[in-house]
């Protein structure tokens, strides 16, 4: 089955500076991956996703990068806000989206005023 | 957009007895749904594929007669934790797979303690 390696576990930048969470996939079958924003006690929440056929996405202050053949995948955010602290979980499906996520281990994002 | 509602929030329940989440498509159908459980600061682990009309099929490790899934319709999928240890305390996720756009909409959660 898939497996998803996400680092780091824990990062921790100052407010305004640039914030980069990496993840590798190991089933080149995958083709569906999303980023997703979770609050303690709450469910996730999308903030972005990216599929195989492309390289980048970006919607204002977040990004997504995917290396199909290195199997790995980014999420940047620029800009940081202290409203950005949360932990953050990268995803990977395959068969078409018909399978379910398997999910990173997460990243707890710490912006430092 | 596309809403799952998810039910309850939150239960308290004694060792040995069961309990039903249920999660609706509130404006959409949903063919198939997906069961997660997340442990206290540990990511979702999907435990679960719910098909409507069908058997669930079950991630290796998930007792299928531990955590009955019933999917009988295509608005409602229900997770029933049958008696439930204090082991099973957890938060509970279900998630639908949204046709065509694709994606995934999940529900609010269940946190589950079992005393």
């Known amino acids: ?113 | 957009g596309a809403v799952v509602s998810q039910h309850p929030s939150r239960v308290i329940c004694k060792s040995g007895t069961s309990v039903k989440i249920e999660c609706r498509s509130l404006d959409f159908q949903a063919t198939t749904m997906f069961w997660y459980r997340q442990f206290p600061k540990q990511s979702l682990m999907l435990m679960a594929t719910s098909n409507e009309g069908s058997k669930a099929t079950y991630e290796q490790g998930v007792e299928k007669d531990k955590f009955l899934i019933n999917h009988a319709s295509l608005t409602l999928s229900t997770l029933t934790v049958t008696s439930a240890h204090p082991e099973d305390s957890s938060f509970y996720i279900c998630s639908a797979l949204l046709e065509g756009a694709g994606g995934y909409t999940f529900g609010s959660g269940t946190r589950l303690t079992v005393v």
């Open chain 1, 1 to 113: 089955g898939e497996n998803v390696e996400q680092h780091p576990s824990t990062l921790s930048v100052q407010e305004g500076d640039s914030a980069v969470i990496k993840c590798t996939y190991s089933d080149s079958a995958s083709n569906y991956f999303p980023w997703y924003k979770q609050e303690l006690g709450k469910r996730p929440q999308l903030i972005i996703d990216i599929r195989s056929n492309v390289g980048e996405k970006k919607d204002q202050r977040i990004a997504v990068t995917l290396n199909k053949t290195a199997k790995h995948f980014s999420l940047h955010i620029t800009e940081t806000q202290p409203e950005d602290s949360a932990v953050y979980f990268c995803a990977a499906s395959s068969g078409g989206g018909a399978d379910g996520l398997t999910f990173g281990k997460g990243t707890h994002l710490i912006i430092q005023p």
